[in-house]
C-alpha cells in the first residue's frame, strides 16, 4: 500500500470539477444537452468535462513529481524483510552504507522491488540529492540508535 502526498488546492479543483458534473447529471442537464435546441447547455457540459480533465491532469502530474522516498516512506519504515532491506537501500543511496540488491530482491515481493527500483532512479536522476531521503535517513538512523539503545 502507499499513500500520496498532493497540493490541498489541486485535489480540491479535481473534487468541484467532479462534483459539477456529478451535478449536471443528477439535474438532467447531461442527457438532455445535446439536444438541438439546448447548446447552452452543451456548452456547460462540455466545459465541465474539460475542467475536470484539466483538474485530473494536473493532480496526475503532481504525483509524478513525488519523491520515492516520500511515496514509499511507510513501507520503508515498515519492520519487515523487505523494509529493512529498504531502509539498507536508502542509507547507501544517501551515500552511506553499502547495500546487498541481491538480498533485497530476494526478499522483496513485485511492490517492494518497484519501490527499490523508483527510489534508485529517482537518486540517479537527481544527483545533487534530494531533502526526503536525507530526512528519511536521519528518521532510519535516529530509529537504529533508539533499537540499540533499548537492547
Known amino acids: 500500500m502507499c499513500f500520496s502526498i498532493y497540493r490541498l488546492t489541486s485535489v480540491m479543483k479535481l ?3 467532479a462534483q459539477k458534473v456529478q451535478k449536471l447529471i443528477d439535474d438532467g442537464i447531461l442527457p438532455e444537452a445535446f439536444n438541438k435546441n439546448r447548446n447552452g447547455e452543451a456548452h456547460e457540459c462540455v466545459a465541465s468535462f474539460n475542467l475536470l480533465a484539466e483538474a485530473a491532469a494536473t493532480v496526475a502530474d503532481e504525483h509524478k513529481d513525488i519523491s520515492p522516498f516520500l511515496r514509499y516512506r511507510r513501507e520503508i519504515l515498515a519492520d519487515t524483510p523487505a523494509g529493512e532491506h529498504l531502509r539498507e ?3 547507501n543511496l544517501a551515500g552511506g552504507t553499502s547495500v546487498d ?43 537504529e540508535q533508539t533499537q540499540r539503545r533499548a537492547a
Open 15 to 17: 473534487c468541484l470539477a
Open 89 to 91: 537501500l536508502v542509507l
Open 101 to 143: 540488491i541481491f538480498a533485497l530482491l530476494t526478499v522483496a515481493d513485485v511492490p517492494h522491488t518497484r519501490i527499490a527500483l523508483e527510489c534508485i532512479a529517482h537518486a540517479a536522476n537527481h544527483p545533487n540529492g534530494d531533502s526526503n531521503i536525507i530526512e528519511l535517513r536521519d528518521v532510519i538512523l535516529a530509529n
